[in-house]
């Protein structure tokens, strides 16, 4: 199937949502390459640490020899940090001197200094890393990624309160109950008349869902129907042929020995796979959705507009970017019935004590446990096994939360999951209202929710 594929490849056109290249000079030529010589890593890559070493830590903190994990950042250089700082800030300085003489390069010098600037505060907090000070990286990642709305913090929580009490009362199983009666225990002190965000009914999802699919279908129809699962070798050659469909042909498909993880890097251009994946057919068809069609789809887009900015991403677009790419996955979920990202919505709540209490990585994880094992048997599955699967969920959510952090002062955290839900809540609350928008989040990566970057793209004439 895979061989005949390849052959289907030199019959297939591209994909409906790529665009023509701006026939024109774009309108930031030059300070997108003095740009991309500034910027040439995902900062919060900077955060990972060694695998050996984090999974000591991990094995220690779980059989409670030690009270927190010490987290890694062998990545940060301190050096190469300053001279980022140095090469940003001389850059910005270039363009606020640079004379413009229309609307036009009036609207781009004020979105690369936005996004220069945003650049700036990411280089400021990891050094604050390296330097272990927890005042700073408090303030800074405050000001990247802000907070939970307090509202919808409390509502998510009123609502696993609800389905926590329903469990309770019809239950027989008593490690369910059990685990009902320990959230209720554990929220007992909110008490709040606001109503959870409302997911889509099945009109508007399916209505959304129509029109993602008219632009991605052929990439879908690569998938063998007949094959249940994907090695990594096996998705390798698909993701190859969708960059082609992408007209992509100069970015890479590469399968990584170390990698646990999938993910896209623009600046590479480099569509990145575990070595050890080993995926199911829903899998592969999100992944495509998500990493292909969205991340790299948006940023091939981006660099073929008058705006190459919108290649890597305007200020603050990270909010609009993963909204777009968790829609996509849902789109592609045959059973979808919830936002995504709460979890982590509210592990950041929690963390940074929208109840009343601040947490460090212990306490944080504590509450966790408590709550992912609700989850899973509330959804079915064994207890013993659901105990072990909230310990392992409870840490990797921590590690997210906490990394950058010394994982012992409570309430400081790495915020950057907050915009998982905030995205997918924004992005759905604008589609049901314009369901035409779709076609515009394949412009570049850009927040379609977001009134600053729909007017400047709108005066560029881009949207």
């Not at 900077?46 to 059989?63: I, P």
């Not at 000070?133 to 309160?161: A, C, V, W």
């Not at 008349?193 to 993602?212: M, N, V």
């Not at 070595?275 to 940023?299: D, F, K």
Request: aromatic share 10%; net charge neutral; glycine share 4%.
């Amino acid at each position: 199937m895979i061989q005949s594929n390849n052959i289907l490849l030199l019959m297939t056109q591209r994909l409906p949502f790529i665009i023509d290249p701006f026939p024109g000079e774009p309108l930031d030529r030059d300070w997108f390459t003095q740009y991309e010589q500034c910027v040439q890593f995902e900062f919060f890559e900077a955060l990972e640490g060694d695998g050996t070493y984090r999974q000591e830590q991990k094995k220690q903190f779980l059989s409670k020899k030690i009270h927190h994990p010490h987290l890694d950042y062998p990545r940060i250089n301190n050096t190469a940090l300053q001279e980022t700082e140095v090469a940003l800030r001389t850059l910005l300085e270039t363009i606020l001197f640079k004379i413009v003489d229309t609307p036009e390069k009036k609207i781009v010098q004020q979105l690369y200094k936005q996004r220069i600037e945003e650049h700036i505060l990411e280089v400021q907090l990891l050094q604050s890393v390296a330097r272990t000070d927890m005042h700073t990286f408090h303030n800074i990642s405050e000001q990247l990624y802000g907070s939970p709305l307090p509202y919808i913090f409390f509502s998510f929580i009123k609502d696993i309160r609800e389905r926590a009490k329903k469990n309770v009362h019809t239950t027989s199983d008593q490690h369910k109950k059990k685990a009902a009666k320990t959230i209720l225990q554990l929220f007992s002190h909110q008490q709040i008349d606001t109503a959870a965000p409302r997911f889509p009914s099945d009109e508007s999802i399916q209505k959304i869902r129509h029109l993602f699919f008219s632009l991605i279908q052929e990439a879908m129809n690569l998938v063998p129907p007949e094959t249940t699962h994907f090695s990594a070798q096996e998705i390798q050659p698909i993701f190859s042929q969708i960059l082609h469909m992408l007209e992509a042909d100069d970015w890479t498909v590469f399968v990584h020995p170390d990698f646990t993880l999938f993910s896209v890097d623009p600046g590479e251009k480099k569509v990145i796979i575990p070595h050890s994946a080993m995926i199911s057919q829903l899998r592969l068809r999100q992944l495509i959705a998500h990493e292909l069609c969205i991340h790299v789809g948006r940023s091939l887009n981006g660099r073929r507009s008058k705006l190459l900015l919108l290649g890597r991403g305007l200020h603050q677009y990270a909010c609009g970017e993963e909204g777009a790419a968790i829609l996509a996955t849902q789109c592609v979920t045959p059973s979808c019935t919830q936002f995504f990202g709460i979890d982590k919505y509210i592990a950041i709540g929690f963390a940074i004590g929208l109840d009343g209490q601040k947490r460090n990585f212990s306490q944080l994880f504590s509450l966790l446990c408590s709550y992912y094992l609700f989850d899973s048997v509330e959804n079915g599955l064994d207890y013993s096994d659901a105990q072990e699967e909230a310990k392992e969920k409870a840490y990797k959510t921590c590690v997210r939360l906490f990394r950058g952090t010394d994982c012992q002062t409570p309430g400081v955290i790495f915020r950057k999951d907050v915009i998982y839900a905030r995205g997918n809540l924004r992005l759905w609350e604008l589609l049901q209202q314009q369901p035409n928008a779709l076609q515009a989040l394949f412009v570049g990566k850009f927040d379609i929710t977001r009134k600053d970057h729909v007017e400047a793209l709108t005066q560029l004439g881009i949207l």
